[in-house]
């Protein structure tokens, strides 16, 4: 396991969480409510982010494509998944990567569907990107026909099916009483760590990794060893629509309520969050992500909830123009 | 002009079509002076909501005239695009992409909280963008001829550009930015002109369209907008000044045919879903499907001489050999 | 063993090979001679399957192999060194000879890794350094031995020896003769046609996208026009 990963996460965690808190008390004057509390849920916010945008920088990082349609395939994800749970009775444990295994498979149709013609006529990467978001209004168009948009969600016994929490349903008190963490939390903080040290395990040392980064250096000298290009395609896709996937039945237990929108209001801060970490830094899309849950929890903490978009997206437009290859510039770069 | 309406009825084309076609249409040019020049900029959603809230602002609240208001909206789009253009201009490909939606974003942002702001500024309560609810009651003072004759002007200018050293400069930088560059064309420069005057059609067109739709809000402006205004230079094509006109009025157009052919109700009646209450998703799935499509079929778009040219002779194979002089 | 018919090849509007024919018989060098542009990747490219021939046939071991992809072309053993020594800079000296048997699943793959660093030594002293950092010798030896490490029957080295010193072109080619020697077959193309006939048994003369003389590399030394033309 790679500890340089873990120092980033765990200093994007903790410094992101300390300086705007330090300004705040110091600078300005303004007392930061239960700030213990507020770590906690910068910390499972961040994670369903980072676990979103590894799936965007993954797709960036070895093919070199900006997948708009990623937060369709994450909208997509998680609705197979609570559909699991409420037409076909599935406990959440299965349900979960029944919705990762969706995710999947609508990640690779929209490769098939929206990347896979172009790729074949060597097109622009702007046509790419274009028809990327065709193939996200069409997800979310379909997704509002088939599951309509009133707003779902997961019911409450497979919530409390999970282990350790039929006694306790919901709020968990920790010893300190002052920070209420769910199980559910815990698992939405731990599941995409793990899920990101597994991939960059993947990446860095299984063969099938090894061929991605190949095909991310020159595609055609991974044709000329005998590696099958397209299946590459298909497997990266795949690999990023498990994340988004498990992102989007996370972020539907977190917030107990899931509409098709929720890919539209996760799409621009999962583009931030890969901008902030460097476009296609597949460690620089966690860092990122915990940063921007920071910024957002940091603004609801200071009583400026209605400002986080604004803090949000002019931070993806600055960092931009000062430094578009992200915070993490090349020094973290796990690109092949 | 009804006598004309009432002739086009009966296939779905009264006057409220007419004029959103025509919005649809103008903002079509503004995202094709861009995309003329190779920039892939999204921001067009947020000129128009520039020039949308400004023009609205100033007749409702400030009570100006109708004309001098939206021409104000133009300008205040085209003095953004000059702070926002300098920086932003310099990047390329999905970078800019994804600069631009941020900037769309931020506008949004911006307009909705602009009181609450100014309040925690200024420490005084005002209604200016009236926040997330927008601006209610607005009279339609936009008629068909304002629009027509907006257009028309937008459309004499692409015509004009197409001929010019703006132009050639422009399809230059389109190329091949460097060899552009080393030709001696000051790329920079002309790709910020670029950016403002694209600016200011979109912010035009927000604001005859705030005078025509009676209320605004700003979710109207978001990153489906920026789709949707894509979506008609796509359709239409980029590379001939007809193009965006042609797709955003066919684009426009669309749903409505659909509606008169009956072929949601047809469709509806298959997968056994009423699909007449669904436009909006209705409408999503053929802006996505019309973007995949054009993209990877027709990327000339619509308007394209070139695919009607081939086509032309492939639909005449026998007369073109005979047919020489 | 390799068999071309009639090959046609371009891009939009310019033609590249004018319908070129030719054969490498099995455990011969044969090398392609011409000067730059007269068509010489462009064939080895097509060979590959990277290209898609507009016409003619290409037939491997007696298999059509025409249009088909380049990893399937790859994998039957057919395999090209490619031009400008395209290692993998990013990855380690021994991932690359790693990646070269990226489809194998034989257990020989660690003592061939092992071959290939006995026969250049220089690569198993840097096994584990990133091979962007090697020199150019060191990397052509290392695309080299990746190919090696595919176990091919036939090995396609696109100008070996371009923008090396004298004294690494005379290792290339060193090279080139124990592979010979091992009893691979070997299609070369290159630009340096003095040392490419010194090694190869038969050889093909491309101008512009065709086959203007062909003949056994000692007659084609002797040629007064191929002496003018490519070795004066």
């Not at chain 2, 005002?126 to 601006?135: F, H, Q, R």
């Not at chain 3, 490490?149 to 690494?168: F, N, Q, T, V, Y």
């Given at each position: 396991m790679n500890l340089r990963t873990l120092f980033y996460v765990l200093s994007a965690i903790f410094l992101g969480f300390l300086i705007p808190y330090l300004i705040a008390t110091y600078l300005f004057n303004k007392e930061v409510l239960s700030p213990e509390q507020q770590l906690a849920n910068a910390m499972w916010r961040g994670s369903i982010y980072s676990l979103f945008a590894l799936g965007y920088a993954l797709i960036f990082s070895i093919l070199g494509l900006l997948n708009l349609a990623h937060s369709s395939v994450f909208m997509w994800g998680g609705y197979i998944g609570l559909m699991s749970v409420l037409k076909l009775d599935m406990p959440i444990w299965v349900a979960m990567p029944v919705g990762m295994i969706g995710g999947g498979l609508v990640a690779v149709s929209v490769d098939v569907i929206a990347f896979m013609p172009l790729?074949?006529?060597?097109?622009?990467?702007?046509?790419?990107?274009?028809?990327?978001?065709?193939?996200?209004?069409?997800?979310l168009s379909l997704a509002t026909l088939i599951f309509s948009s009133t707003p779902k969600r997961f019911p409450q016994d497979s919530i409390d099916a999970l282990p350790g929490t039929a006694d306790k349903p919901l709020t968990w008190l920790l010893d300190n009483a002052n920070v209420r963490i769910t199980p559910i939390q815990i698992a939405i903080f731990v599941i995409p760590i793990v899920l990101m040290f597994l991939l960059e395990y993947m990446v860095n040392s299984l063969k099938i990794g090894k061929a991605m980064r190949v095909v991310a250096f020159n595609q055609r000298i991974a044709r000329l060893l005998s590696i099958n290009v397209g299946n590459i395609f298909a497997f990266t896709f795949f690999l990023s629509g498990v994340l988004a996937g498990a992102a989007g039945v996370l972020q539907g237990l977190a917030f107990n309520s899931m509409t098709p929108y929720m890919g539209a209001t996760v799409a621009l801060k999962g583009l931030t969050v890969i901008v902030l970490g460097g476009l296609g830094n597949i460690r620089g899309a966690v860092v990122g992500g915990f940063l921007v849950a920071n910024i957002e929890i940091m603004s609801i903490a200071l009583g400026y909830g209605w400002l986080s978009d604004a803090v949000v997206f002019s931070s993806l437009f600055l960092i931009l123009l000062?430094?578009?290859?992200?915070?993490?510039g090349e020094s973290g770069k796990m690109r092949a | 002009m009804d006598a004309v309406f009432d002739f086009l009825a009966p296939v779905?084309?009264?006057?409220?079509?007419?004029?959103?076609?025509?919005?649809?249409?103008?903002?079509?040019?503004?995202?094709?002076?861009?995309?003329?020049?190779?920039?892939?900029?999204?921001?067009?959603?947020?000129?128009?909501?520039?020039?949308?809230?400004?023009?609205?602002?100033?007749?409702?609240?400030?009570?100006?005239?109708?004309?001098?208001?939206?021409?104000?909206?133009?300008?205040?789009?085209?003095?953004?695009?000059?702070i926002v253009g300098l920086p932003v201009l310099r990047l390329s490909d999905i970078y800019l992409a994804i600069a631009t939606i941020g900037f769309g974003e931020v506008v949004v942002v911006l307009i909705r909280n602009f009181d609450r702001i100014y309040e925690e500024i200024f420490d005084k309560k005002?209604?200016?963008?009236?926040?997330?609810?927008?601006?209610k009651n607005i009279p339609v003072t936009t008629d068909t001829l304002h629009l027509i004759i907006f257009l028309l002007i937008v459309v004499y200018f692409l015509y004009r550009m197409q001929h010019s050293r703006f132009g050639r400069a422009l399809a230059a930088i389109r190329q091949d930015e460097t060899v552009a560059a080393n030709l001696g064309i000051n790329v920079v420069y002309y790709k910020?002109?670029?950016?403002?005057?694209?600016?200011?059609?979109?912010?035009?067109?927000?604001?005859?369209?705030?005078?025509?739709?009676?209320?605004?809000?700003?979710?109207?402006?978001d990153f489906d907008r920026a789709v949707d205004i894509l979506?008609?230079?796509?359709?239409?094509?980029?590379?001939?000044?007809?193009?965006?006109?042609?797709?955003?009025?066919?684009?426009?157009?669309?749903?409505?045919?659909?509606?008169?052919?009956?072929?949601?109700?047809?469709?509806?009646?298959?997968?056994?879903?009423?699909?007449?209450?669904?436009?909006?998703?209705?409408?999503?799935?053929?802006?996505?499907?019309?973007?995949?499509?054009?993209?990877?079929y027709l990327p000339g778009g619509l308007a394209d001489p070139q695919l009607w040219k081939s086509l032309y002779r492939r639909l005449r194979p026998n007369n073109t050999q005979k047919g020489a002089p | 063993m390799l068999v071309v018919e009639d090959l046609q090849v371009g891009y939009g509007a310019i033609i590249a090979l004018r319908g070129i024919s030719f054969k490498v018989e099995s455990g011969q060098v044969v090398t392609l001679i011409g000067a730059n542009g007269a068509g010489k990747s462009t064939t080895l490219n097509t060979l590959s399957g990277l290209l898609k021939p507009r016409a003619g046939r290409i037939l491997f071991e007696n298999v059509d192999i025409t249009g088909k992809r380049a990893d399937v072309i790859s994998q039957k053993g057919l395999v090209q060194v490619p031009e400008g020594r395209l290692i993998?800079?990013?990855?380690?000296?021994?991932?690359?000879?790693?990646?070269?048997?990226?489809?194998?699943?034989?257990?020989?793959?660690?003592?061939?890794?092992?071959?290939?660093?006995?026969?250049?030594?220089?690569?198993?002293?840097?096994?584990?350094?990133?091979?962007?950092?090697?020199?150019?010798?060191?990397?052509?030896?290392?695309?080299?031995?990746?190919?090696?490490?595919?176990?091919?029957?036939?090995?396609?080295?696109?100008?070996?020896?371009?923008?090396?010193?004298?004294?690494?072109?005379?290792?290339?080619?060193?090279?080139?003769?124990?592979?010979?020697?091992?009893?691979?077959?070997?299609?070369?193309?290159?630009?340096?046609?003095?040392?490419?006939?010194?090694?190869?048994?038969?050889?093909?003369?491309?101008?512009?996208?065709?086959?203007?003389?062909?003949?056994?590399?000692?007659?084609?030394?002797?040629?007064?026009?191929?002496?003018?033309?490519?070795?004066?």
């Open positions: 790729r074949r006529r060597n097109a622009p990467r702007i046509s790419q990107l274009i028809s990327s978001i065709g193939a996200s209004v069409i997800l000062v430094r578009p290859q992200g915070l993490l | 779905g084309l009264n006057e409220t079509n007419f004029q959103f076609m025509l919005i649809a249409a103008i903002l079509g040019c503004s995202i094709y002076v861009t995309l003329y020049g190779g920039m892939f900029s999204l921001a067009n959603a947020g000129f128009m909501a520039i020039g949308t809230y400004v023009s609205v602002v100033l007749t409702q609240r400030y009570d100006w005239p109708f004309v001098p208001a939206i021409i104000a909206g133009m300008v205040a789009g085209g003095l953004i695009a000059i005002i209604e200016i963008t009236g926040g997330g609810k927008g601006i910020n002109v670029a950016f403002i005057i694209g600016a200011m059609i979109a912010a035009g067109a927000g604001g005859l369209s705030g005078h025509l739709n009676r209320v605004i809000e700003p979710d109207d402006y979506t008609y230079a796509v359709l239409g094509g980029t590379t001939f000044f007809i193009g965006p006109v042609v797709g955003g009025m066919v684009l426009r157009y669309l749903p409505e045919l659909l509606r008169r052919l009956k072929v949601l109700s047809f469709v509806g009646s298959i997968v056994g879903r009423d699909l007449t209450n669904e436009q909006a998703a209705v409408d999503g799935i053929i802006n996505g499907i019309v973007l995949i499509l054009f993209i990877v | 993998i800079a990013p990855m380690t000296v021994q991932e690359n000879l790693e990646m070269g048997a990226y489809k194998r699943t034989d257990s020989e793959i660690n003592s061939d890794i092992q071959q290939v660093f006995e026969r250049f030594p220089r690569l198993g002293e840097r096994r584990k350094q990133k091979a962007g950092s090697l020199s150019g010798g060191e990397q052509q030896m290392l695309a080299v031995g990746r190919a090696l490490m595919m176990r091919p029957k036939l090995i396609m080295l696109d100008e070996p020896s371009m923008g090396l010193a004298p004294m690494l072109v005379n290792e290339v080619f060193s090279i080139i003769r124990t592979i010979k020697a091992q009893g691979t077959t070997i299609l070369l193309v290159e630009q340096n046609a003095r040392k490419a006939l010194q090694v190869a048994d038969y050889a093909y003369v491309l101008e512009r996208g065709s086959i203007v003389k062909e003949g056994s590399a000692a007659a084609l030394q002797a040629d007064e026009e191929v002496i003018q033309a490519y070795l004066g």
